[in-house]
């Protein structure tokens, strides 16, 4: 196989240093290092340049399906620019690859340079102290694996089908959530605005607890291999809790934070985060199910815990708090600059809570629970699917 520097079948593009005072709230788009995500743009704090300006900055204008990396900070992420992002420019510290060549295909390319290995080289060939750089020059001495065009066309038409299966799979998952969403509406309306009339309350009112966690003295410090989980809060999703990054404390330092302790069917909500992403993290709650004094939590999270299920069930309670109807309010109600918000304490003890009739929250939680078996099986397929997919981007490009 051919192995050629990708400065030699492509061009390799620097960004422009715009003007801030030059900015507009609409015309050219900027793409920035900030909408940078792993194979994707991201609409994030979006920024324009006027548009009379594109003959004046032509050089940058980006074009639909045109290859983006990112230079500075999580260096060597790769996207693909969607035509929805059109007109657009490229900012500094981002670059831009185009094929010159008809030797290599553009999709070939996006593959192989979205590789574990890519983003592993980048970084280690990184420089600066407070902040990773490349620079365009490494990338256009990148030598990179220049198979037939044949031999490119079979592997982005293999990785194209399981693309297509995982998203698939993934259009499974949302299906089965907007289910659930659409039946929780038409058993019991809006929980802000109240629109069925149930009886309401504060969220004090039926607690036994509301406190956020603490962070023990020396903060990492106190981390083991093993022992009492200590949850954070990017351990906290809407309706589930991710232990892939799990860190623990040790017995001692746990009994020095009793009053965080966690007990089956304790509620957690995220205390601060953004608000303006996708995938905000402010204020997402999920239930606790483990062994009770097995598990605590930082000073970013809320324990909330039910002085009995005889008004509300947890289950309920937690689709309540990570519904769309209250995700707003909570984006409404919060407090702090733009980059960060937090709810107080005293904001979550008077959370409005509905209360319907405690037959009709089980007959909900019933729904949930087949969905969840489904959802299971699903989950299952997309995880085999993806470490296929894994595998062959493994073995096609190291």
């Not at 220049?146 to 399981?162: A, G, N």
């Not at 605590?296 to 509300?312: A, P």
Request: aromatic share 10%; glycine share 6%.
């Amino acid at each position: 196989m051919e192995y050629i520097k990708l400065g030699a079948i492509c061009d390799v593009i620097n960004g422009y240093a715009f003007k801030s005072k030059k900015y507009y709230t609409s015309g050219v788009r900027i793409i920035r290092i900030t909408n940078f995500q792993k194979c994707y743009v991201e609409e994030a704090y979006p920024l324009y340049y006027p548009l009379n300006t594109i003959n004046e900055l032509k050089k940058y204008i980006l074009y639909s399906g045109d290859l983006l990396i990112s230079l500075t900070g999580n260096v060597g992420r790769v996207a693909i620019l969607d035509k929805k992002y059109l007109p657009a420019f490229l900012n500094q510290r981002v670059a831009c690859i185009r094929p010159k060549s008809d030797k290599i295909l553009k999709e070939y390319l996006f593959y192989m340079l979205n590789t574990n290995l890519f983003e592993v080289k980048s970084i280690n060939s990184s420089k600066g102290i407070a902040q990773k750089n490349i620079s365009t020059e490494w990338l256009k001495n990148y030598v990179v694996p220049l198979p037939s065009i044949e031999i490119q066309q079979h592997l982005i038409s293999i990785l194209k089908k399981l693309e297509k299966a995982v998203r698939n799979k993934k259009h499974e998952l949302r299906a089965l959530d907007k289910l659930v969403k659409a039946r929780f509406v038409e058993m019991f309306g809006d929980p802000i605005s109240n629109n069925f009339n149930w009886n309401t309350t504060k969220l004090k009112n039926i607690t036994s607890k509301i406190t956020n966690g603490s962070t023990p003295k020396g903060g990492s410090k106190n981390y083991v291999n093993s022992g009492v989980m200590f949850l954070r809060s990017q351990n906290i999703w809407r309706n589930h809790i991710d232990s892939s990054d799990v860190v623990f404390i040790s017995e001692k330092t746990n009994l020095k934070l009793q009053k965080s302790v966690l007990k089956n069917n304790d509620i957690l909500i995220t205390k601060t985060g953004r608000i303006n992403t996708q995938n905000s993290s402010l204020g997402r709650a999920a239930l606790y199910s483990g062994k009770d004094n097995s598990a605590n939590i930082n000073g970013h999270v809320y324990l909330i815990r039910l002085k009995n299920h005889n008004l509300v069930l947890p289950r309920f309670l937690v689709t309540i708090l990570t519904g769309e109807a209250y995700r707003k309010y909570i984006r409404k109600v919060c407090v702090g600059g733009i980059d960060k918000r937090q709810i107080n304490l005293n904001q979550v003890e008077n959370f409005p809570i509905i209360l319907p009739p405690v037959k009709k929250q089980q007959e909900f939680i019933s729904l949930i629970q087949q969905v969840d078996k489904s959802k299971v099986a699903v989950q299952k397929s997309l995880d085999e699917t993806q470490k296929l997919y894994d595998s062959l981007m493994q073995e096609y490009f190291g």
